[in-house]
């Protein structure tokens, strides 16, 4: 089971931590990943991180703003967003990975998921 908070409504430039705490013993072994989604649109990949966080990746829309890390000890995983504009706006959801692929941008590769969290961006 995973649970996102976080989220919120912020200026454009603004910064948001949103958080994904994780009730399964064995977080640490998952690859897990963040995902938004604009109503009535295909989830699109933020970010992703492997368990030991030594691998992870950015979409080109959040590279160099964004920043994706995990605490294992505290079963959570964390995306800071730094210099947020208006069409980051959506509902963020984390995920962990439940297959063997290897389209680790992908959301089908992803079996858990969180409730997601709202964030906006005024303008």
């Known amino acids: 089971q995973l649970a996102e908070s976080g989220g919120g409504l912020v200026q454009a430039g603004g910064s948001l931590r949103l958080s994904c705490v994780a009730s399964?013993?064995?977080?640490?072994?998952?690859?897990m990943g963040w995902f938004r989604q604009l109503p009535g649109m295909e989830r699109e990949f933020v970010a992703h991180i492997n368990g030991n966080s030594r691998s992870f990746a950015y979409s080109d829309a959040v590279k160099g703003r964004f920043t994706i890390f995990r605490d294992n000890a505290k079963n959570t995983m964390y995306l800071q967003m730094n210099s947020l504009k208006p069409e980051d706006t959506a509902v963020y959801y984390c995920?962990?990975?439940?297959?063997?692929?290897?389209?680790?941008?992908?959301?089908?590769?992803?079996?858990?998921w969180g409730q997601g969290t709202q964030v906006t961006v005024s303008s």
């Open positions: 995920a962990a990975l439940t297959t063997t692929s290897s389209l680790l941008d992908d959301d089908a590769s992803y079996g858990y």
């Open positions: 399964e013993r064995t977080f640490r072994s998952y690859t």
